[in-house]
């Protein structure tokens, strides 16, 4: 079944990868049913899981990326991606209560189902975290409250959780329509295709490029252990590796003479 699904060419090694663990799961289920005597799946190696290379919008990328979702409806909402790190399903959450604008804060207290639309659960316990906020995104957020506020008035329905990224009725966004734009603000601004979870790498890989602790960006990003994000963002930017020569050289003192 392996090979076939490899061979036709139209899956990726990660898609195959799933197959085999759904299927290995459903074995397992009938092995405690006694519907078969042994769990033929646990006798095959699974594929490898396909390597992903993170490649998030570059400094220089952020800034033709921010002219180019200027007046854009989703502006808000991509801005504060990248400058907080904010997983997709934690901003379409977000309600005005969860912000303090006069503190500068917002806090992560759930996530918002793509397929149901509910909301539940933050994925673990430290991805409820309360995060500060950078001057541009707080600045946008009161012109976006202003903005609301008059299209509630108007609207005939709303609804009264108080969504920050909201429909003409209240609702929370969807996520399809959310990345749909995404990728036609990227194509129109000439920039590489990038996934929404993108662009959270980007505020993490320009955290640390610009000399961040990976303890801070770890607990910015909601993770739960630091090993992740060390995992996840080990490979050195050239910032980060001149900085490391920069304090070795200070340390060492000047070079030997001769």
Known sequence: MLVALTTRGSLSPTTVRYAYVVLRACLGRALKSGRVTRNVATLVDPPSKAP????PLSSAQVTAFRSA???????VLFLMALGTGMRQGELLALRWSDLDLDAGTVT??????????????TKTEHS????????PVAVILRRHRAEQAAI?????RWDARGFVFATK???PLGSQNVTRDLHAVLT????????????????????????????????????????????TYGHFSKAM?????ERMTTILGEPASG
């Open 52 to 55: 992903f290379e993170i490649a």
């Open 69 to 75: 979702i200027a007046g854009h409806r989703f502006e």
């Open 108 to 121: 992560v207290r759930a996530t918002l189902d793509p397929l149901s639309g509910e909301l539940g659960e």
């Open 128 to 135: 409820r975290r309360t995060l500060s906020l950078p001057l």
């Open 152 to 156: 509630r008035g108007q609207a005939h």
């Open 169 to 171: 009725n209240g609702r």
């Open 188 to 231: 129109v601004a000439g920039l590489p295709r990038q996934r929404f979870h993108d662009l959270r790498h980007a505020y993490a890989t320009l955290q640390l490029g610009a000399g961040a602790d990976v303890f801070e960006v770890s607990r910015a990003l909601g993770h739960a252990s630091i090993a992740t994000t060390a995992n």
């Open 241 to 245: 590796a001149e900085r490391s020569a």
